[in-house]
């Protein structure tokens, strides 16, 4: 989920997107999606593969 989706969809909390808000105010977006991808690829895939 990109932080975009995180501010748009209604079902995210408000302390989530104000969170989300500031890492894109900061221009943080490339070390947000950096680590959901390795969060993806180190944990979820791992846990699908295993499976």
Known sequence: MKIEEIIQTEKTSQELKD????VKKGDMNW????F??????GTI?????EV
Do not use: C, H, K, T
Request: net charge positive.
């Open 19 to 22: 969170w989300a808000r500031r």
């Open 31 to 34: 070390q947000y999606d950096r």
């Open 36 to 41: 959901a991808e390795y969060l993806r690829l």
């Open 45 to 49: 895939m791992e846990l699908n593969n």
